[in-house]
């Protein structure tokens, strides 16, 4: 068992280890992430002891209202999948991310760990694959997701 010290150490060095991976492929990119202008979506990577993910994750704090923008991302499934593929999962009610409750749209890759350093290579290659097919999708529906929503709420 990690202590706590240790295992925030080699998530510092596994995501200094992403930049790293980044430049050594020629990948220069400025990952969207938490510059989407979705109210309460961001794209996320996530990684942990059982898998890595890539992901839209809706978390706003009103599940009405969180319901409400899967729904209208869920409106361009066909879209998406066509853009992502059919291995891209969608779940109303996730709850794999540090026991929250959100709504995702992700790709999934199991049986790797975060704190097993061999895995990184496995993980980086997925991360770099994955988000560039989410952030094409968020640059094609994002002004017709957020016209959608416009009107239904202010806050």
Do not use: P
């Amino acid at each position: 068992m990690l202590g706590k010290e240790e295992a925030k150490e080699i998530r510092v060095n596994f995501w200094k280890g992403l930049k790293r991976y980044c430049a050594k492929h020629r990948i220069y990119r400025k990952w969207v992430l938490t510059g989407v202008k979705i109210k309460s979506v961001q794209l996320k990577f996530y990684a942990d002891s059982r898998k890595a993910l890539a992901l839209f994750q809706i978390d706003h704090k009103n599940d009405l209202r969180r319901y409400e923008i899967y729904e209208i991302f869920l409106s361009y499934r066909k879209l998406i999948t066509e853009s992502c593929g059919v291995d891209l999962k969608w779940e109303e009610d996730y709850r794999g991310i540090e026991d929250c409750v959100v709504s995702a749209i992700y790709f999934e890759l199991e049986g790797v760990n975060i704190y097993r350093q061999e895995d990184w290579e496995k993980i980086y290659t997925f991360f770099t694959q994955k988000m560039i097919l989410l952030e094409e999708v968020y640059w094609e529906y994002r002004d017709l997701i957020n016209e959608r929503l416009k009107g239904k709420w202010t806050d």
